[in-house]
């Protein structure tokens, strides 16, 4: 019975010692396909005017009312008339005519923007629907809600209202955590300007002035706030204490110590699959549901914002938005949490570097041999997934996090990690050991059964 149970023994290790072998060796292939540079993003259009902005802006706001991108990757514009349709569709994307054009539609929302201010209001153009939606959060009262009812019904059918659940907020509490007496918010993108590096957040998470901290004790000074917008936008710019801001500038972090790396910039479209960092959350996505939204937070309205069904927290403002690699905003505010969900809404990124007079630090390939110099020509977020679904997008191309804490990484997760090549060699060498060590020691325990066997033989 003991002979027995040894030779199972025996079985199970030089089994599990195999098995080792064959999962190390996939770890190391894995890697070493992981580790292969990704292909440049190539899925655009046949040309620039075939887009769905490159349609509209043909055709102009008073034939066509918004365009979005399709289940299918397709470019979709709304016009209003079959001419317009016809020529949308020689040009390659889907058309849908609706009935009332885009002029129609901003009028409205400049109506709203006349009538006496709500705090707890959000409105947007609804591109898919050909309607303005108005959103009231919890803390609108009855009489104020009549009153903008009364508003909407004044300027038509297509101004369509309804309450929504929590409140709208700005974010305060990249993706790391930055911190001041004011509250924590996340890094957005590191930007330049030739001479200074900086970090670009959200305008709300403070003034010109505030000194921002890497932890809570307020021993590691990340800089401070040299210029902020908010409210009207919702942008701001920390400069760094030591003037750069060092190794991996070009990525976000999304966590776990890992990030994406940021190649370009570029413009939001509707429909389009978008990915969000914040300190508090993490790494969160969605679909951008409209452009050029308007929101009264209680601090003040800011205009131009992109509005998602991504989720986020207090603490994640400023965060970075992005798809494909290409930055496509900071993080603003909403409602809702990331366990019920809600709209979060985010500054775009062009608006803000164009006023700030500032351009994305990216990677040396992308900015023509120079880290830290001006961005090449980088295809509008739209425009890089034209020819694709949106379920098919992705963050980015993946990068470490440097000059961060890796207290969230376990030796477990470090191992199992198939993108790094170093745990595939390990789990193979241990593999080897104990498969070496198991024929040792049944040769050893064959050894002595033999002179156990002899000896009595001899007696």
């Not at 739209?382 to 949106?390: D, F, H, R, S, V």
Request: charged content about 15%; some cysteine; aromatic content about 6%.
């Amino acid at each position: 019975m003991r002979h027995a149970r040894r030779r199972v023994v025996r079985r199970v290790t030089r089994l599990a010692a195999v098995g080792g072998l064959l999962l190390g060796g996939a770890m190391v292939a894995q890697a070493a396909m992981a580790s292969e540079t990704p292909p440049a993003a190539g899925r655009t259009l046949s040309s620039a005017g075939d887009t769905g902005a490159g349609l509209v802006a043909r055709l102009g706001t008073a034939r066509t009312a918004g365009n979005w991108i399709g289940a299918d990757g397709r470019p979709v514009v709304a016009v209003t008339d079959d001419a317009a349709a016809r020529e949308v569709r020689r040009a390659g994307a889907e058309a849908k005519v609706v009935p009332h054009s885009m002029d129609e539609l901003r009028s409205a929302t400049a109506t709203l923007r006349s009538a006496p201010r709500v705090a707890g209001t959000a409105w947007a153009v609804d591109y898919r629907t050909n309607r303005v939606l108005v959103r009231a959060d919890s803390s609108v009262s009855a009489g104020d809600w009549s009153r903008l009812t009364g508003v909407a019904e004044r300027i038509g059918g297509f101004v369509h209202m309804e309450r929504t659940r929590g409140s709208f907020t700005t974010r305060l509490n990249g993706a790391q955590p930055i911190l001041s007496t004011g509250g924590r918010c996340s890094a957005g993108f590191n930007v330049t300007n030739g001479q200074s590096d900086f970090i670009l957040t959200a305008g709300h998470c403070g003034p010109a002035g505030a000194t921002w901290f890497a932890d809570n004790q307020g021993n590691r000074q990340l800089g401070s706030t040299v210029n902020s917008s908010f409210p009207g936008s919702d942008f701001s710019l920390v400069q760094y204490a030591g003037g750069k801001a060092g190794e991996g500038a070009d990525v976000v972090a999304i966590g776990g110590g890992k990030g994406v790396r940021i190649t370009g910039e570029g413009e939001a479209a509707v429909g389009q699959r978008v990915f969000r960092s914040g300190s508090t959350s993490g790494l969160r996505d969605g679909r951008v549901t409209a452009l050029n939204a308007t929101v009264n937070y209680p601090e003040g309205t800011v205009t131009g914002l992109i509005e998602t069904d991504v989720c986020a927290e207090p603490g994640d403002s400023g965060g970075p938005m992005f798809s494909e690699g290409i930055a496509l905003g900071v993080t603003s505010g909403g409602n809702g949490d990331c366990t019920t969900g809600g709209t979060t809404f985010f500054q775009p990124v062009t608006k803000a570097l164009s006023t700030l007079g500032v351009r994305l630090i990216v990677s040396a390939q992308n900015a023509g041999g120079a880290q830290g110099g001006a961005s090449s020509p980088a295809p509008s977020g739209a425009a890089n997934q034209g020819a694709m679904a949106p379920s098919a997008a992705s963050p980015g191309s993946s990068a470490p996090v440097t000059g961060v804490s890796s207290e969230g990484s376990t030796l477990l997760a470090r191992l199992t990690d198939t993108r790094n090549v170093g745990p595939g060699l390990l789990v193979i060498a241990g593999s080897l050991i104990a498969l070496v060590a198991t024929r040792y020691i049944r040769a050893e325990q064959d050894r002595k059964a033999y002179q156990r066997y002899y000896s009595a033989t001899w007696g």
